[in-house]
């Protein structure tokens, strides 16, 4: 079975994440996959790239059974290169990147829809960092996306809000998403990204790298950093204490150490 889905037709590419069983959470096979599938998408003559989760998730972020691997240096960097690449890539994509969100963007998972330009949520969508709920920090550009959406301060208290996922309108609300709707996300995606299609697009996409690319950057700069971060709480009291709360379905008990 692939853990990646993609079909290009009329104009738009999709991308789908395609582990339903475990809410798509991200494992190391399945980022290998979505990088492949991200710079087939790069090189292609398609404008419009439409991002979506198979089932009932978007997606649940990384795969809490791949951190008991992370001791392992070599294994550790490379997610942590693959997760760099995909973002990358889809953020400098000479492309109008459109995220389909329902159910739960998660943790890695939210910093993935974030990379898009335009986020198309289901009312019923949940957005949350959660990393902190394991004792971690954001990764995946995590604190870029963040920062880019809601400015440092909000930023902060959005990544530290823990357990709390926020919803629907107040997403849009925050600036997290761009468009609601109470239908199908994929379709309405779809749509948006057929009327882009009879914009001009040529000078949409100069906006669009005319800001990226002075921003390309300062994201490189929190990739590197979250990278160190994730390899130095990866052994730390909380980090451990907050992976074996999750796998006995308990509320951890932290120390702060």
Same mark, same amino acid.
């Given at each position: 079975?692939?853990?990646?889905?993609?079909?290009?037709?009329?104009?738009?590419?999709?991308?789908?994440?395609?582990?339903?069983d475990r809410y798509n959470a991200l494992n190391k096979e399945m980022l290998e996959e979505l990088l492949k599938v991200v710079d087939t998408v790069n090189q292609n003559e398609d404008r419009v790239v439409v991002l979506s989760g198979e089932g009932n998730a978007f997606c649940a972020g990384g795969d809490i059974a791949m951190m008991k691997d992370f001791g392992n240096r070599e294994f550790f960097d490379n997610v942590m290169d693959s997760i760099a690449g995909i973002v990358s890539k889809l953020y400098?994509?000479?492309?109008?990147?459109?995220?389909?969100?329902?159910?739960?963007?998660?943790?890695?998972?939210?910093?993935?829809?974030?990379?898009?330009?335009?986020?198309?949520?289901?009312?019923?969508?949940?957005?949350?960092?959660?990393?902190?709920?394991?004792?971690?920090?954001?990764?995946?550009?995590?604190?870029?996306?963040?920062?880019?959406?809601?400015?440092?301060?909000?930023?902060?208290?959005?990544?530290?809000?823990?357990?709390?996922?926020?919803?629907?309108?107040?997403?849009?609300?925050?600036?997290?998403?761009?468009? #609601?709707?109470?239908?199908?996300?994929?379709? %309405?995606? *779809? !749509?948006?990204? @057929?009327?882009? /299609?009879? $914009?001009?697009?040529?000078?949409?996409?100069?906006?669009?790298?005319?800001?990226?690319?002075?921003? #390309?950057?300062?994201?490189?700069?929190?990739? %590197?950093? *979250? !990278?160190?971060? @994730?390899?130095? /709480?990866? $052994?730390?009291?909380?980090?451990?204490?907050?992976?074996?709360?999750?796998?006995?379905?308990?509320?951890?008990?932290?120390?702060?150490?």
């Amino acid at each position: 079975m692939n853990f990646v889905n993609y079909e290009s037709k009329d104009g738009i590419s999709y991308i789908c994440l395609n582990r339903p069983d475990r809410y798509n959470a991200l494992n190391k096979e399945m980022l290998e996959e979505l990088l492949k599938v991200v710079d087939t998408v790069n090189q292609n003559e398609d404008r419009v790239v439409v991002l979506s989760g198979e089932g009932n998730a978007f997606c649940a972020g990384g795969d809490i059974a791949m951190m008991k691997d992370f001791g392992n240096r070599e294994f550790f960097d490379n997610v942590m290169d693959s997760i760099a690449g995909i973002v990358s890539k889809l953020y400098m994509m000479p492309k109008i990147v459109i995220s389909a969100v329902q159910g739960s963007a998660a943790g890695l998972g939210l910093s993935l829809a974030l990379t898009a330009d335009y986020v198309v949520a289901h009312q019923e969508a949940k957005f949350g960092m959660l990393f902190i709920g394991v004792g971690l920090a954001p990764d995946g550009g995590g604190h870029f996306w963040a920062e880019q959406r809601l400015g440092i301060q909000k930023a902060k208290q959005f990544i530290w809000g823990n357990p709390r996922q926020v919803k629907g309108e107040e997403a849009k609300g925050m600036g997290l998403a761009d468009v #609601l709707t109470d239908g199908d996300v994929v379709h %309405e995606a *779809e !749509k948006l990204g @057929q009327m882009l /299609l009879a $914009s001009p697009l040529v000078a949409m996409l100069k906006t669009k790298m005319t800001y990226h690319e002075e921003q #390309l950057e300062r994201l490189n700069y929190y990739l %590197e950093k *979250e !990278k160190q971060n @994730q390899w130095e /709480l990866r $052994s730390s009291d909380d980090h451990q204490e907050g992976v074996r709360a999750f796998l006995e379905k308990r509320k951890p008990s932290f120390k702060g150490k």
